[in-house]
């Protein structure tokens, strides 16, 4: 995998901090699990690392309407510290966005007929000459027209700074490559390598040997071929429990736990005993008065049960909900509404558990060959 066509490695390693663009195609590809695993093999190499987004997410609690770096503090997102904090990384070592991605913000811009980064990205450039020798990793949008608006689209910031880029994309068939051609045809001689995502784990070996070595024809070097991971696909039970404005009956201390899978739970007490015994790390879902086959779930490997449709539960569940530590939601929502915001979470939260992180790194490791992008960089060697 890998053969990376030649080109000019960024600017020199004695004199500030060279970029490289994580990006992708779609929304919720894998960038930050790949930046994770990424950064660690290079500081393993004894290889300085810095972490930013030029475009920042728009905080729950605030509409952002910070232009430039006036404010750089407010300006490095939750997912930046996040990784910052994995890898271990100072507060100098985590790069300021140059706008803050906002819907307000997105309002003024477009009523203005503002398309341009403006001084930002020149203060982006700047960051990276004053900076000490090393590599910056900059994770781009969702996608490769996200951040237009702003003169900061994946594409912008690639050209506007000379930077080389590394793909994440979810691979189904091969109808997936569409994204990726265009993507090539953006990006020319910057983009440097891509790594296929999502791919179900016994597809794995035979994408490897077949449609790897035809990526690679077509100008789309190859970094990795990542499987498909229940676990960086979870969701927190506090999370479901947001996104579904539902009533937490008890166990609230144990809204952390990692949900990996969904049971709803709409048959008789056997069957339903015999399949969730084959599921793991589930969130159940069944009606309120159910109460056969809440207990069943409650032996099984149940995260949280999630109540549906009118009435309370019976206090012998929820005496054995907190006995087993299992938290139990309530919902206004009916059983197929809910199930379909449940499904809609999945794979579309950030990454911001460190079991994920510690995952990631992992799956990075084994399924990942960077040496033809750390060729084409011309990393320094540590002593």
């Known amino acids: 995998m890998g053969q990376v066509?030649?080109?000019?490695?960024?600017?020199?390693?004695?004199?500030?901090?060279?970029?490289?663009?994580?990006?992708?195609?779609?929304?919720?590809?894998?960038?930050?699990?790949?930046?994770?695993?990424?950064?660690?093999?290079?500081?393993?190499?004894?290889?300085?690392?810095?972490?930013?987004?030029?475009?920042?997410?728009?905080?729950?609690?605030?509409?952002?309407?910070?232009?430039?770096?006036?404010?750089?503090?407010?300006?490095?997102?939750?997912?930046?510290?996040?990784?910052?904090r994995i890898l271990g990384l100072r507060d100098d070592q985590l790069i300021a966005a140059v706008h803050r991605h906002s819907s307000g913000r997105s309002q003024r811009r477009l009523l203005d007929a503002e398309l341009s980064a403006g001084p930002g990205l020149e203060a982006l450039r700047q960051q990276l000459v004053a900076a000490s020798p090393g590599l910056t990793l900059l994770e781009g949008p969702g996608s490769l027209s996200?951040?237009?608006?702003?003169?900061?689209?994946?594409?912008?910031?690639?050209?506007?700074?000379?930077?080389?880029?590394?793909?994440?994309?979810?691979?189904?068939?091969?109808?997936?490559?569409?994204?990726?051609?265009?993507?090539?045809?953006?990006?020319?001689?910057?983009?440097?390598?891509?790594?296929?995502?999502?791919?179900?784990?016994?597809?794995?070996?035979?994408?490897?040997?077949?449609?790897?070595?035809?990526?690679?024809?077509?100008?789309?070097?190859?970094?990795?071929?990542?499987?498909?991971s229940p676990l960086l696909r979870s969701v927190t039970v506090e999370e479901l429990s947001r996104r579904l404005n539902a009533e937490v009956l008890c166990c609230r201390d144990r809204l952390d736990l990692l949900v990996e899978t969904l049971s709803i739970g709409a048959m008789n007490v056997n069957s339903a005993m015999e399949f969730f015994r084959r599921r793991r790390n589930m969130a159940v879902v069944t009606g309120a008065d159910r109460t056969d086959i809440q207990l069943a779930a409650l032996e099984a490997s149940t995260q949280c049960l999630i109540l549906t449709g009118a009435g309370d539960p019976l206090p012998q569940l929820i005496s054995r909900a907190e006995e087993l530590e299992v938290p139990l939601?309530?919902?206004?929502?009916?059983?197929?509404?809910?199930?379909?915001?449940?499904?809609?979470?999945?794979?579309?939260v950030r990454l911001q558990e460190s079991v994920k992180a510690t995952y990631a790194f992992r799956l990075v490791e084994e399924h990942c060959d960077f040496e033809a992008l750390f060729a084409r960089l011309r990393l320094p060697v540590a002593a």
């Not at 880029?165 to 997936?176: A, F, G, K, Q």
């Not at 199930?339 to 979470?345: D, F, L, Q, S, W």
Request: net charge negative; with cysteine.
């Open 146 to 228: 996200e951040g237009l608006l702003y003169g900061l689209s994946l594409v912008q910031v690639a050209h506007g700074l000379q930077a080389p880029v590394v793909l994440v994309h979810p691979w189904n068939d091969s109808d997936s490559i569409d994204p990726l051609l265009q993507a090539r045809e953006q990006l020319g001689d910057l983009l440097a390598g891509v790594v296929l995502n999502g791919v179900v784990p016994e597809q794995v070996a035979g994408l490897q040997q077949e449609l790897v070595p035809a990526l690679e024809r077509l100008g789309l070097p190859v970094l990795g071929v990542m499987p498909r």
């Open 5 to 84: 066509s030649a080109a000019s490695p960024p600017s020199s390693w004695g004199n500030g901090s060279p970029a490289l663009l994580i990006g992708s195609c779609e929304p919720f590809s894998g960038k930050s699990a790949l930046v994770l695993g990424l950064a660690r093999q290079l500081m393993q190499r004894g290889i300085g690392v810095r972490f930013g987004k030029p475009l920042a997410a728009a905080d729950a609690d605030r509409d952002g309407v910070v232009d430039t770096l006036t404010a750089a503090d407010e300006l490095i997102d939750q997912d930046v510290r996040f990784v910052g």
């Open 329 to 348: 939601l309530k919902v206004e929502h009916d059983t197929l509404t809910t199930v379909e915001v449940i499904e809609n979470t999945f794979g579309h």
